[in-house]
T-cell receptor, first 116, second 113 residues
């Protein structure tokens, strides 16, 4: 299996602009997660999909954040009207190939967002 | 949000030494995972633990799932320079839709050659 991939790896934007990140999970993994990590902290959960259904959203996910997984494969995370506090590493993870019963989450390399 | 208590925050050791780190929680988890993260990269899974009391090894790494389900330990034997990085523990409740991971703040490991 190829691993989880994320694009872009780095994004610099000006405050107030919209940004969109893409995540491609491990093939046939039906669960996909988004996390945010700031300096000196562990990753914090943002949202989770099972196939195309968004099953859980953290309170960290303000109204400016939206995530989709339209066909149950890749996912996008959009941040509207970015703020300096949005600067962080955005991590995507995937898990669970049906029939294998394993729940480990495998992470992508992340997208580093800097809001000026 | 909730984070696990991970200790120590950092460690400086000599190559060849053994390392121990641990993670505690105020609530129960049904799965514990240990990850290693290098600067600018995503976390890489090292070990997954699924049963209370379970002891699992992966090469020089050994991890244990605490009996109370509220803690976990990671040991690294005979450290080498490439062990440098940040080690994170993560707990997962599981069942229903509770598959999100809750992470500790990490242990920064430095290995002097």
């Amino acid at each position: 299996d190829t691993g989880v991939s994320q694009d872009p790896r780095h994004k610099i934007t000006k405050r107030g602009q919209n940004v969109t990140f893409r995540c491609d999970p491990i093939s046939e993994h039906n669960r996909l997660y988004w996390y945010r990590q700031t300096l000196g902290q562990g990753p914090e959960f943002l949202t989770y999909f099972q196939n195309e259904a968004q099953l859980e959203k953290s309170r960290l996910l303000s109204d400016r954040f939206s995530a989709e997984r339209p066909k149950g494969s890749f996912s996008t995370l959009e941040i509207q009207r970015t703020e300096q506090g949005d600067s962080a590493m955005y991590l995507c993870a995937s898990s669970f190939k049906p029939g294998q019963g394993m729940y480990e989450q495998f992470f992508g390399p992340g997208t580093r967002l800097t809001v000026l | 949000g909730q984070q696990l208590n991970q200790s120590p925050q950092s460690m400086f050791i000599q190559e060849g030494e053994d390392v121990s780190m641990n993670c505690t929680s105020s609530s129960i988890f049904n799965t514990w995972l240990w990850y290693k993260q290098d600067p600018g990269e995503g976390p890489v899974l090292l070990i997954a633990l699924y049963k209370a009391g379970e002891l699992t090894s992966n090469g020089r790494l050994t991890a244990q799932f605490g009996i109370t389900r509220k803690d976990s330990f990671l040991n690294i034997s005979a450290s080498i320079p490439s062990d440098v990085g940040i080690y994170f523990c993560a707990g997962q409740l599981g069942g229903g839709s509770n598959y999100k991971l809750t992470f500790g703040k990490g242990t920064l490991l430095t290995v002097n050659p």
